[in-house]
């Protein structure tokens, strides 16, 4: 293989990595804050796409075509939309069924994900079909041997890496990051220390579903294109790369996102059978690291209380 | 002698609430224009609350504790009656047939996770395992079909089996997990896989049981031409009936018992000695056996298999029946698939909107009623034996 296709594989393993990790940091912020699962991720994710999707073709009716505007606006309104989903879900659907056996859980995030799905397939204009999602950032190339290496991508990558880093300074940095390590360690202990419970977990399920909502967004850009069904297949591989670095573990999400891309990119390339079968692939790379590891390649520490 | 008239007297109350079940049904089903179809929900709703209110059900269930044998008996002569008024109408037919298929599955699901607590998302994709299996046996041998059926089943299972591992292995979401994964794969896999003739599907043949061919119309004398889905009506209670009897035994047995257990406290249930592997691997193969012989039928009733059939969103929709009815108890199943598949087909405008529908109701289910329309009730090793 020459190194002009293999940079092109390596920069489209890099684009997946970040998306999966950005996606994984989702789950497993909620997991730690929470103890649950939210199978509605994927799908948050979707709606953040769509949301962005509206907000360009709103502004391009409104006449703006001034594209750092654009962008910035489609970034903003998606996200804040999906950081208020998000609270609102954990407020109406998750909090409530706390004390709930944790399969109620389950079941009430993953009829949320079909609701969702479906509201956008039924309700968006056409939404059944894939939308074409526009080109925002400049699309110039550099031509390194024969490899061309798009200013857009770069850009992507550098913007997933900033989102990336904030999130660590902010749990690891801030005052709300602290409230949130601590509700992750004992809920009850923080909660006897002044910390509001409740306010902390709706923050997490905000920060994590907007961060869902960027991922979004980067998905609609790299792909031109975003349809109502991304959410499943990014929801099911997010949360398999959060289990690949153990759930609960920041660090162990976004190792595991990047692990699972560059897994899926040498399947591609690897296996002759692999460019029709791709998606099949991935979900039996799935099911398979579940057999052999079954929380993770960095477990969680915690034995369990009976 | 007295006895057997205070058995009686006790019988009545629920074998009159499925005699009006069924007078609803019929009239439900005959009824074309959209807004009589909507009246007649609201009514039958109003008249459920009403009952519900004054203790009938309550009653009606006590009828179904004092003798489930004749009972079960009422319930089939109720189907039979359905059947036989319809014996011309292809679409009713083939949605009464539909309804039984989709509840053998369930029962199917019910074991799993009604009883042992093994999640499992991908029913669909089981039920799908039976109708390719129909479609390839039919196609390519000669093999009986009642021993197709039964390879669907079997298929099903061992195809389940590849799942053991990672199921045994993982609890609760990661298990959830599995299974989805194992949908999205099972339908993408269909998809590009041509010898499974990809996207556009495959032919059934029709059901041929030892001569009896189920895909000709039923003559009898001259005048009197009996719609060939009725053969699969037919066909369809036989299994359902055995499914059923089969699940309330298991139920009933140290087997469910030990289900049960299993469901409720995995690690108490170690301590008093239970293997818990060997519970699930049980019931998961029972439940994935039961998908696959319902699939199996239901393939070649319609004679046309394609992906589309056997979605994420479909496995969901088995999920969400047997929530909807009460996780555990068949005879919610029975209840709820009768809404969940006949509510659409009747009602076009919701047609469309049926995942939406279903999540929604399922959420309101687990936020307002957890235990489902009819909640399981403890067993009755005695007859008429009543929970304090």
Redesign the interface.
């Known amino acids: 293989m020459d190194l002009g296709l293999f940079s092109q594989y390596v920069m489209n393993g890099l684009m997946l990595g970040m998306m999966y990790a950005l996606v994984a940091v989702g789950f497993t912020l909620f997991f730690g804050v929470l103890d649950v ?1 939210n ?1 509605s991720h994927g799908d948050v994710l979707m709606v953040g796409s769509f949301t962005g999707l509206a907000t360009y073709l709103g502004l391009d009716a409104l006449g703006v075509v001034w594209p750092a505007f654009q962008v910035t606006a489609v970034l903003a309104a998606a996200t804040l939309a999906m950081a208020l989903l998000g609270a609102v879900i954990a407020r109406y ?1 998750v909090l ?2 706390k004390s ?1 056996p ?3 859980t ?3 995030t ?3 994900g ?2 969702l799905r ?2 956008i397939r ?1 309700f968006y204009p056409e939404g059944a079909n894939p939308k074409p999602f526009p080109a925002l950032l400049p699309t110039d190339a550099y031509p390194l041997g024969n490899f061309n290496l798009r200013i857009d991508n770069l850009l992507m990558l550098s913007a997933g890496l900033v989102v990336i880093v904030g999130v660590h300074l902010l749990i690891n940095r801030t005052k709300l990051g602290l409230a949130i390590r601590a509700v992750a360690q004992d809920e009850e202990t923080a909660k006897t220390m002044g910390i509001n419970f409740n306010l902390v977990v709706l923050v997490t399920f905000a920060i994590g579903s907007a961060l869902a909502a960027f991922a979004g967004i980067m998905n609609g850009l790299y792909y031109n294109e975003t349809n109502f069904g991304i959410g ?2 990014l929801g ?1 591989i997010g ?2 790369s959060a ?1 690949i670095g153990g759930l609960g573990n920041i660090y162990g999400a976004i190792i595991g996102g990047f692990l699972f891309a560059a897994l899926q990119t040498v399947g591609a390339v690897a296996l002759p059978f692999a460019s ?2 791709k ?2 692939f991935a ?2 790379v ?3 690291i ?2 052999w590891r ?2 993770g390649l960095i477990s969680e520490k915690v034995s ?1 209380r ?1 | 002698m007295n006895r057997g008239n205070a058995s009686l007297a006790n019988l009545l109350p629920g074998a009159l609430g499925i005699a009006a079940a069924t007078a609803f049904l019929i009239l439900f089903l005959s009824v074309e224009s959209q807004a009589g179809i909507a009246a007649l929900l609201l009514g039958g709703a109003a008249v459920v609350v009403a009952t519900a209110r004054f203790g009938g059900i309550a009653r009606m269930r006590r009828s179904f504790a004092g003798d489930e044998g004749a009972m079960n008996l009422v319930v089939v002569a109720a189907a039979l009656v359905l059947t036989g008024f319809f014996y011309e109408d292809h679409f009713t037919l083939l949605l009464v047939a539909t309804v039984m298929i989709y509840m053998v599955a369930a029962l199917g699901l019910t074991v799993q996770f009604g009883y042992a607590g093994v999640l499992n998302f991908a029913g669909a994709a089981f039920f799908g395992i039976g109708c390719y299996t129909a479609a390839v046996l039919t196609k390519n041998t000669a093999l009986p079909h009642v021993l197709v059926l039964l390879a669907g089943g079997v298929m099903a299972a061992l195809i389940g089996t590849l799942l053991l591992l990672p199921v045994l292995r993982t609890r609760g979401h990661y298990s959830a997990v599995v299974t989805i994964a194992f949908t999205l794969l099972f339908k993408t896999f269909l998809e590009v896989n041509d010898t499974l003739g990809g996207p556009q599907g495959l032919r059934v043949d029709g059901m041929n049981l030892f001569g009896w061919r189920f895909n000709d119309n039923i003559e009898i004398g001259e005048t009197l031409e009996i719609s060939f889905f009725a053969n699969y009506v037919i066909g369809s209670l036989i299994l359902l009936a055995i499914a059923f009897a089969f699940v309330r035994r298991l139920e009933r047995s140290w087997t469910g018992l030990n289900l049960d257990a299993v469901r409720l406290d995995e690690t108490a249930a170690a301590c008093f000695g239970y293997n818990i592997s060997r519970w699930k691997i049980t019931a998961f193969t029972i439940g994935n056996f039961l998908a696959g012989l319902a699939g199996a039928i239901y393939a070649m009733m319609l004679g046309f298999i394609a992906p589309t059939n056997f979605t994420f969103g479909d496995s969901l929709i088995l999920v969400s029946i047997v929530l909807l009815g009460g996780i555990g108890n068949p005879w919610g199943i029975a209840v709820a698939t009768t809404i969940v598949i006949v509510l659409p087909e009747k009602l076009q405008i919701i047609q469309e909107y049926r995942f939406l529908l279903y999540a929604s109701m399922v959420i309101l289910i687990l936020l307002f009623r957890p235990l489902g329309l009819l909640p399981r009730p403890l067993r009755s090793y005695v007859p008429g034996w009543q929970p304090k």
Request: charge should be negative; charged fraction near 5%.
């Open positions: 699962i199978f659907l409530p069924l709930a944790a399969l109620n389950l079941l009430i993953l009829m949320l079909t609701v479906e509201g039924m499943l297949l099911v949360f398999s289990i029709a079968y998606d099949v979900f039996g799935v099911i398979l579940m057999a079954p929380t369990e009976v």
